[in-house]
Each structure stands twice: as C-alpha cells, then as structure tokens.
C-alpha cells in the first residue's frame, strides 16, 4: 500500500508562519487606518458643499440668484414659484445628506449664501469632529 500523505496539507509550522504573518500586518497597518473616519467624513463633507456650490452657481447663472433661506438647497431638485429659466433636470438629483445623516444647512439672501454641516454631533458649533464645516471657510 502506498501512502498519499506526502503534500496532502499544511503543517502546524507553516500555519504558525502564517498567522505571524499576518498578525504583524495587522499590528503595522491598522494604527494607520483606524482612527481616520472622522478625516474621511469631513473631506466627503468638504466635496459635499462644493458639489452643492456649483449647482447654486448654475442655478444663478439661470435665474439671476440664488435660493433664499425659506426656499433652501430643496430649490436645486425642485423648481421654486419665482425661478424663472430653471433647468428642467433640476441641478442637483436629491437633497444631499452630510455624512453623518443631516440635511446640509443652508441660508441665502439671494445675492450670498452659506452651506454648513454641524459635523458629527448635529450641532451648531463643537471642536474636533463636533466642529461644523462651513463653506466660506472651505
């Protein structure tokens, strides 16, 4: 009778190895990565509200101003009562979300505006990830 053992699996060695390995690439690259979702969600926020800057700009563009605060970012998905070129698309698919799940804050005077996120806590105002990103400082 002749044995078929030779090669037929991984000796505890080499599974040892393996797991070494593998143990070592997770001790060097999660520090790196762990920790930086909160950098993540701002840089989205940031490209978020210039996405939505360019939509307002074409929407100015076309109607000689931009939304009021009553009328809100819901103006570049819906054509408001006084838009009088509107694009029938619209400029914008949907309502954008932050990436923390709030509606992006939005106050215009037809002739300026401002879009903020409140960061991760929703809230006016906070520091670190709390702090709120403002699109005249982005």
Do not use: C
């Not at 940031?46 to 800057?53: H, S």
């Not at 000689?64 to 570049?76: A, E, K, V």
């Not at 400029?91 to 932050?98: C, E, G, R, T």
Request: glycine fraction near 10%.
């Amino acid at each position: 009778m002749q044995r078929l053992r030779a090669h037929a699996g991984f000796t505890l060695i080499e599974i040892m190895v393996v797991v070494f390995i593998l143990g070592l690439l997770v001790t060097l690259v999660a520090p790196k990565i762990i920790g930086r979702t909160d950098e993540a969600r701002r840089t989205k926020a940031l490209a978020d509200i210039k996405g939505i800057e360019e939509a307002l700009q074409l929407f100015k563009l076309d109607n000689g101003f931009y939304p009021s605060t009553d009328q809100g970012l819901q103006s570049l998905v819906t054509r408001p009562a006084n838009a009088r070129n509107y694009n029938p698309e619209g400029y914008l698919d949907k309502l954008p979300v932050d990436p923390w799940g709030n509606v992006y804050a939005y106050f215009g005077d037809g002739q300026s505006y401002i879009i903020k996120s409140h960061g991760a806590d929703g809230q006016e105002g906070g520091e670190g990830k709390n702090a709120d990103i403002d699109s005249r400082t982005s």
